[in-house]
């Protein structure tokens, strides 16, 4: 997938998921993922499990895809955030997802929160157990049916096109659907939101991409 990426950085790690109701729709169903990660343009597409649990070479190429790219650093996966997400696609008919932000450093969560990002100080993203994810279509669907799951938290971002997904306490929450909401605050640069105009996916993007590049020069010292 990713050259150059090392593995030794952080190494694909599993953590068990936590007891909850049983899927509504056939383990078939939960078995395999299409997801491309917007900032990299890298893929994962097959079976991610199978009948006796996560698949090592499958877990090891989605650490590299969900890692964070800021800091090209490969952390944890977690089986029941994957799983979570699979069961909203199988629900909502989605072939693919776009993955906008997975795994993070400590560092670059204090980065996105400087640059204006409502970065959570102990973000479930510091442990590999959150996922922001679009879809082409259907996604107001999609947060009804994670909601209606019960399996975790579910952000609502539908101005910004996308829904946060994770394996922690059974929560909701909104932003971008009143005045009182917004996705950004201060100016993070060509674009200074507004409380009802959050940034698009797009220019999430193309934060993420400026911040990466800067830590990469870091990086190479330059």
Do not use: C
């Not at 790219?69 to 997802?97: C, R, Y």
């Not at 969560?109 to 959570?120: E, P």
């Not at 659907?177 to 507004?194: A, F, N, Q």
């Amino acid at each position: 997938m990713a050259a150059g990426v090392s593995l030794a950085a952080g190494g694909a790690l599993l953590t068990a998921p936590p007891a909850l109701a049983l899927p509504s729709v056939s383990p078939a169903a939960l078995r395999r993922l299409s997801l491309r990660n917007g900032n990299t343009g890298e893929r994962f597409e097959g079976i991610y499990r199978d009948k006796d649990g996560p698949i090592a070479e499958a877990m090891i190429d989605l650490a590299v895809l969900l890692r964070d790219h800021h800091a090209d650093k490969v952390g944890p996966v977690d089986i029941a955030a994957l799983d979570f997400l699979a069961e909203v696609m199988a629900l909502t008919g989605q072939g693919k997802a776009t993955i906008l932000s997975a795994y993070r450093t400590k560092a670059t969560n204090r980065r996105l929160k400087a640059a204006g990002f409502n970065a959570a100080e102990k973000s479930h993203h510091l442990r590999g157990h959150a996922l922001d994810v679009s879809f082409d279509a259907r996604l107001p669907d999609a947060m009804k049916a994670a909601r209606g799951l019960r399996r975790g938290g579910v952000g609502w971002y539908p101005r910004s096109h996308f829904i946060h997904l994770d394996s922690g306490p059974v929560r909701n929450w909104d932003y971008g659907t009143s005045g009182l909401d917004k996705m950004l605050k201060g100016d993070p640069g060509p674009r200074k939101p507004t409380q009802d105009h959050p940034l698009t996916v797009e220019e999430r993007m193309k934060i993420h991409r400026e911040l990466a590049r800067k830590e990469w020069l870091a990086r190479q010292g330059g």
